[in-house]
Every structure is written in structure tokens, then in C-alpha cells.
């Protein structure tokens, strides 16, 4: 006769069978705090502040250009870059509303920014104190209390835990493919941006060192001891003295907005990896432990997890910073290229300078040539081209005879090209060499021609001079006028900002997604651990009772 089945707790087979199937289902509050943290999570805004004036209508397009024409009305030069977007609390002015539009190097924008971060910190904090404090009395209550109740078991706790976990488990891994997917893209949408700036910084630094070298060498024009006037030598002279002065400004700026984008944002990337990487084996392997039942395993894990989470948390925060201040940037870029010559704080990416400097470089350019040019005329037309000179004269005289010289066309006043007996400053030096003769040793032509070679250099140096100055008047107008930095930013703004904000969204949502995942996760890992437990102890007790069929009940 086969002795009756006893439980370890010394409980009657069929009064523990009894109890266990009218045992109810109960959900833990703290689960529903986590969902209600996740959920929660999802409607943060990823780059746009609040607007300022919620209680009225608004416009749209036709309100900010109304803005903007008040604004031009009234005689305000300056304007606020991305103002509805930068409308955020600002912590250091009392949790007032910051209104003072996009502006990189304000410690209120910074702290307005920042704090928008807040709800992710508020999260990390929440989760970390309370996941730990039901950590700690889990402990307290499996290492200090004994259980003198029966384990429940229900079937339908059960199929859901596992349900969802594996749903979970498969969001989690999906949110951090999005998430390395998008990082990498990102990266690469920011390296090209950077890589742009810089070679327009670059390209900027060396036209004006161009310029500046133009500028000198007029000073050392001389033909037949013909040289630039005083008065035109020493603007000149003040000119190039503001290039020097503010010429390496352009790549200095730029390589430092690399250098900093890249200083906050290499650590970021290299997070952001380590918390992928991190994440997907939280996931995967906790997913596989729950299913095979290792239980110190899925404590160990829960602990890892917990900190993980929190400390993903707080990336999610520092992430949604930086997505603002891109999305911020995209958008000043875009209104300031409207209105370049407003005063705003979009000059500090590149300078765009003031009018009266950028003139004077203009009507030093443009007076250097036209010297140049009177002085090269003057040459042609009362040596070059004289026939009449007395061979006393000498090194006027220098037996110059054949075809005359063509003079220079004024490239300022030409719309249509040269006329008949001019040559353009293009095609000066080429077409100079037609006229150049043979000397002797005393410097008299042996041959038909109207220029020595000596005198050919000097003109030709002096052209080109002129030449490269009036070629650059086209680059010092853009400076003028900003034209450089406002096609600079338009391509930045049409190229480059869709792909940081589409990308840096990748990246925000993944995380989010994978984090809270696998939050969900880590906790579905206790409840679908502890209904595995019971399931299997449960069955234990069945089959025992089973094989008992003569112990006062009947069989299952």
C-alpha cells in the first residue's frame, strides 16, 4: 500500500490542490507605477518647446512674417532666432519662461535646455529608489520570513508573463537595432555638417589671405618709377591691418564649433553604443534564464538590470538635450537666413561683417585696381604707344615701333565686353606678349615691338595684381552682404538638417523604446520566474496525488 504523498510543508495533497486553484490573480501596484513611468515617457517633446501664447490662435507662417515686419517697421534691427521652439523653463530665472530665443553661448538657453531633460531624471530617480526598495524587502521577506501559505498558481498569469515578456524581449532588441542604426547615421550626419562648416571656415580664411596678399603686393607696383599714390598706399595699409586682425576668425570659430559638437558628443556616441550593446544582452540573456529556469541568474541580472535602466535613463535625458539643440540650430539657421543682416546671435557660428568694414575692403580692392590700371594705361598710352619721342629720352625712348599696344578696358564700367584697341585684365598678359621685343644690351629694340621684356614683367605683375583683386571683389561682396554665411547655412539647413533630425529621432525613439522595454522586461523576469516556480511545484503536488489515488479523493 503506497503511503500518502505529503507536501514539504507538511500539507494534505488535495486541501494544497484545493487552495491553489481557487487562489486569484492579484497584479503588484509597483508594476502598475513602471507601466504608468513608460507610458509617461512617450510624450515628451523631442525638440520644440511650449508656445509661448497657447491661449490664442496661431498663424502659422503668416504670424512669424508679420512678426518680422513689425519688427522691420519699428526700426528693430535685431530679431529672435527660433523663439516658439526655444519657449521652455528656465531654472535659473526662477522657472520663468526663457524668451530669449536660440542663442549657443547664453547660460539661460543652456539651462533652458537642459531642464527639458528633467522628466527623464525625475524617472531615473523614481525608478532607482523605488525598484530598490522592493528589491531590498523582497529580500527582507525571502531571507527573514517564512511562508506558511501554499504557492498559487494561476494559467492564465502564467501564459500572459510569458506572453509578455517575449513581446518585450522582441521590442527591446527591435528598439536597440533602431537605436545603433540611427547612432551610426547620426554620427554621420554630424561629421558631415562639421566637415562642411570647417572647409567653409577654411575656404574663407584663404580667400582673404589671398586679398591680403594682392593688397601688399600693389603697394610694391612700380612702372618706370610710377607708383601707387600715398593716400591709396596707406588704406592699403588699414586695410590689411583688419584683415589680420579678424582674417583667421572664420576657421578659428568654425574648428572650435567642431571641436566642442565633438567633445559633448564622442562620449555620447560611445554611451550610446555601450548602452546598445549592454541592453541587447540584458535582454537576450535574461529572456533565455527566465525560459530555463535559472533563478539566481535572473536575481543576479535584476540587480544589473536596475542600474542599467537608470543609468539609461539619464542617457535618454542628456540625448533629448542634444536633439533639442540641433533641432534648435536647424531652425535659427533657417529664419536668420530670411533676415542675414539682422543682429542675432547666428554671427558667432561664422562672423558676417559689419557694412563699413566689408566697404572698406571693397573700395580698397576696388581703387587698387582702377590705379593699377590708370597707372598701366598712362604707361601704354604716353610711352608704350608714342612714337614721337626723342631717342635722348632714354628709358622712354626705347625704339618701340610696330602695331600699338591695346590698353585696358575699366572691368567696372564694361557690361558688354571691350571695345576695338582694349584688351580685358583676363587676357592682358597674353595678349601683351604680342608686342614685346628683342633689346640689346642697352635696352633698345632690335626688333619690331613696342615693349621690352623687363617693362613686360612689371605690367604683367601689376595685371595680375589687379586682376586677382577684382576677381576677389566678387567674394568681398558676399562678405558685405553675408552672402557667404547665408549660402552656408541655407545648404547646412536644406543638406544636413533633415538627416540630424531624422537620425537624432532614430536614436530618441530606439532608446526610449529599448529601455523601457527592457524595464518591462527585468520585471516580467521576477513574475514569470516566480509563476514557473509554481507551476512546476504545483504539478510536483499533482502527480503525487496522482499516484496516490487511495488517499480520500479521487483522481485527476
Not at 231 to 249: E, H, M, P, R, W
Amino acid at each position: 500500500m503506497h503511503k500518502p504523498f505529503v507536501s514539504p510543508r507538511g500539507k494534505n495533497p488535495e486541501i494544497q490542490r484545493r487552495r491553489i486553484m481557487k487562489m486569484p490573480v492579484r497584479l503588484k501596484p509597483f508594476f502598475l507605477i513602471i507601466a504608468l513611468f513608460l507610458i509617461s515617457s512617450t510624450f515628451f517633446p523631442l525638440s520644440h518647446g511650449q508656445d509661448a501664447k497657447d491661449d490664442q490662435p496661431s498663424d502659422g507662417a503668416m504670424s512669424l512674417l508679420k512678426e518680422r515686419l513689425d519688427e522691420a517697421g519699428s526700426g528693430n534691427a535685431s530679431f529672435v532666432l527660433a523663439k516658439k521652439e526655444t519657449y521652455r523653463k528656465d531654472p535659473l530665472d526662477n522657472f520663468n519662461f526663457y524668451t530669449g530665443g536660440w542663442n549657443i553661448a547664453s547660460v539661460h538657453y543652456l539651462a533652458s535646455v537642459a531642464f527639458s531633460s528633467a522628466p527623464f531624471a525625475i524617472i531615473a530617480i523614481a525608478w532607482f529608489v523605488l525598484f530598490g526598495l522592493f528589491l531590498f524587502c523582497a529580500c527582507i521577506c525571502c531571507c527573514c520570513c517564512r511562508r506558511n501559505k501554499p504557492y498559487g498558481y494561476s494559467r492564465l498569469a502564467y501564459a500572459l508573463s510569458l506572453i509578455f515578456l517575449v513581446l518585450f524581449t522582441i521590442a527591446a532588441i527591435v528598439g536597440c537595432v533602431i537605436m545603433y542604426i540611427g547612432e551610426g547615421r547620426f554620427q554621420g550626419s554630424v561629421n558631415g555638417a562639421t566637415k562642411y562648416i570647417v572647409n567653409q571656415g577654411i575656404s574663407v580664411v584663404n580667400n582673404l589671405i589671398n586679398v591680403y596678399n594682392y593688397l601688399s603686393s600693389a603697394k610694391n607696383i612700380a612702372l618706370n618709377q610710377q607708383f601707387l599714390p600715398p593716400d591709396l598706399v596707406s588704406q592699403i595699409d588699414k586695410v590689411n591691418s583688419l584683415i589680420n586682425a579678424t582674417g583667421n576668425l572664420p576657421h578659428v570659430t568654425s574648428a572650435h564649433i567642431t571641436d566642442s559638437v565633438l567633445v559633448f558628443l564622442n562620449p555620447v556616441n560611445m554611451a550610446l553604443i555601450t548602452i546598445t550593446v549592454f541592453l541587447l544582452l540584458l535582454a537576450f540573456l535574461g529572456f533565455l534564464f527566465s525560459i530555463l529556469g535559472m533563478q539566481a541568474c535572473v536575481y543576479l541580472f535584476v540587480v544589473i538590470g536596475w542600474i542599467i535602466i537608470t543609468l539609461t535613463f539619464i542617457l535618454c535625458g542628456i540625448f533629448l538635450v542634444f536633439h533639442n539643440i540641433v533641432a534648435d540650430t536647424c531652425v535659427a539657421m533657417d529664419e536668420w537666413v530670411q533676415n542675414p543682416m539682422a543682429d542675432s546671435a547666428m554671427k558667432e557660428l561664422l562672423p558676417c561683417w559689419d557694412r563699413g568694414f566689408g566697404q572698406n575692403v571693397l573700395n580698397a580692392s576696388r581703387s587698387v585696381t582702377t590705379s593699377v590700371d590708370g597707372l598701366l594705361n598712362e604707361y601704354i598710352v604716353l610711352v608704350a604707344n608714342n612714337d614721337t619721342l626723342p631717342p635722348e629720352t632714354v628709358p622712354l625712348y626705347h625704339n618701340q615701333s610696330g602695331p600699338l599696344v591695346p590698353v585696358l578696358c575699366n572691368p567696372y564700367t564694361t557690361q558688354q565686353g571691350c571695345g576695338e584697341g582694349e584688351v580685358a585684365l583676363s587676357d592682358a598678359a597674353e595678349e601683351w606678349k604680342k608686342y614685346v621685343c628683342e633689346v640689346s644690351a642697352a635696352g633698345i629694340c632690335t626688333t619690331i615691338g613696342r615693349l621690352t621684356p623687363d617693362m613686360y614683367n612689371q605690367m604683367t605683375s601689376a595685371v595680375n595684381v589687379s586682376y586677382g583683386l577684382h576677381n576677389y571683389g566678387h567674394f568681398l561682396a558676399g562678405i558685405v552682404d553675408c552672402t557667404v554665411l547665408r549660402d552656408t547655412f541655407n545648404d547646412i539647413s536644406q543638406n544636413h538638417c533633415p538627416g540630424l533630425r531624422k537620425y537624432s529621432e532614430w536614436v530618441y525613439i530606439g532608446l526610449v523604446t529599448a529601455t523601457g522595454s527592457v524595464m518591462l522586461s527585468l520585471i516580467l523576469w521576477v513574475l514569470y520566474a516566480r509563476e514557473r516556480r509554481h507551476r512546476k511545484y504545483t504539478k510536483r503536488i499533482n502527480k503525487g496525488y496522482d499516484e496516490s489515488p487511495l488517499v480520500g479523493g479521487r483522481k485527476l
